[in-house]
């Protein structure tokens, strides 16, 4: 069965991927502040157009407490989360 969800740009899939990555890391998702300086944006609001970007592609939602990332279970490692998705647009 193939993924309903829109493909994600190759800078969109780097910054699911940071997200992922520091999710499974600490449990929780970065700070804006941090995702901008490790991935070299030039601006808050870039974090928050990138958040925007995974919610309008059916890869996140907004819910109590900010901003989820579905399909991202807790046990599971971010290479096989990020192995289900489908692969990214050339940018």
């Known amino acids: 069965m193939s993924d309903p969800r829109k493909p994600l740009t190759a800078k ?3 910054f ?3 997200v992922v990555e520091h999710w499974r890391k600490t449990q929780q ?6 995702v901008m300086n490790r991935l070299s944006l030039k601006s808050l609001n870039s974090v928050s157009q990138m958040y ?3 919610e309008k592609k059916g890869y996140a939602t907004y819910g109590k ?4 990332l579905l399909g991202l279970d807790p046990s599971q490692a971010a290479a096989d989360y990020l192995a289900r ?3 990214p647009d050339e940018d």
């Not at 998702?29 to 941090?34: L, V």
Request: no cysteine.
């Open 29 to 34: 998702y970065p700070e804006f502040r941090e």
């Open 85 to 87: 998705l489908p692969p």
């Open 52 to 54: 925007g970007a995974l």
């Open 16 to 18: 699911l991927l940071f």
């Open 65 to 68: 407490g900010g901003l989820y």
């Open 12 to 14: 969109q899939w780097r």
